[in-house]
């Protein structure tokens, strides 16, 4: 098993996928890793939504929308300095935006997808621990997959304008928030490192020699 650390500073955004399924006890095992997340007062908010290929091809339509709706919302010089250190499988004869669209469109192919889910919550305090909650067991939920030899994209994007459609596709009750989607199966590319910034320029330190 793959120690914290190689999995920490290996893992990637996978944005292609093999059509081999993932097997159901597989999932499974990453739902109970993404459930073992620290949560504020225990509440262990998230819900989750695993979705089979079979259904995510129906979902196509949509996705696109949510992607041209994106673009134009900041336009598409905006939209390819916005991804340009994003890595993105070849395809759509070198043009990024189009790659990413296609990636929107299908989820890179994924075999499964799992969304998750919050209650709607009216106080804002206790909406900001549940975000942060969630996003913990996300992590988990990457970091595990990725351990198990299986790829992940964490998204959110098709949300901005889609979330509706996409939650009444999923079955989402209306008591329940998606907040995020990710992507899940065995990569078919090799995604690059991305650029990270310096965390010193990012860091106070207080009471330190």
């Given at each position: 098993?793959m120690?914290?650390d ?5 893992r ?5 996928y093999?059509?081999t399924?993932?097997?159901k ?6 739902l109970e ?15 989750f ?5 079979s ?28 991804i340009?250190?994003?890595s ?7 043009d990024?935006?189009?790659?990413l669209?296609?990636f ?17 919550e009216k106080?804002?305090w ?10 913990a067991?996300?992590?988990?939920l990457?970091?595990?997959a990725?351990?198990?030899?299986l790829?992940?994209?964490w ?6 304008g ?9 079955g ?15 990569p078919?590319h090799?995604?690059s490192?991305?650029?990270?910034k ?5 860091t106070?330190w207080i009471?330190?020699?």
């Amino acid at each position: 098993m793959m120690d914290v650390d190689t999995a920490i500073y290996t893992r990637r955004s996978v944005r292609k996928y093999k059509r081999t399924p993932v097997p159901k006890q597989l999932v499974q095992e990453l739902l109970e890793a993404a459930n073992m997340a620290p949560s504020a007062t225990n509440r262990q908010p998230w819900e989750f939504v695993v979705v089979n290929r079979s259904f995510l091809d129906r979902l196509e339509e949509t996705l696109k929308e949510a992607f041209q709706e994106r673009v134009a919302s900041v336009s598409e010089e905006a939209m390819r300095r916005a991804i340009k250190d994003l890595s993105l499988p070849d395809g759509a004869g070198g043009d990024r935006l189009q790659a990413l669209g296609a990636f929107y469109r299908t989820l890179g192919g994924a075999p499964v997808a799992v969304g998750v889910c919050l209650p709607r919550e009216k106080d804002p305090w206790v909406w900001k621990n549940n975000i942060s909650d969630s996003a913990a067991a996300i992590e988990n939920l990457l970091l595990a997959a990725w351990g198990k030899g299986l790829g992940s994209c964490w998204m959110t994007g098709p949300l901005k304008g889609r979330a509706d459609a996409i939650a009444s596709f999923l079955g989402v009750p209306a008591d329940r928030e998606l907040i995020a989607i990710i992507a899940l199966g065995y990569p078919d590319h090799q995604p690059s490192v991305p650029p990270k910034k310096d965390v010193a320029a990012k860091t106070r330190w207080i009471g330190f020699d």
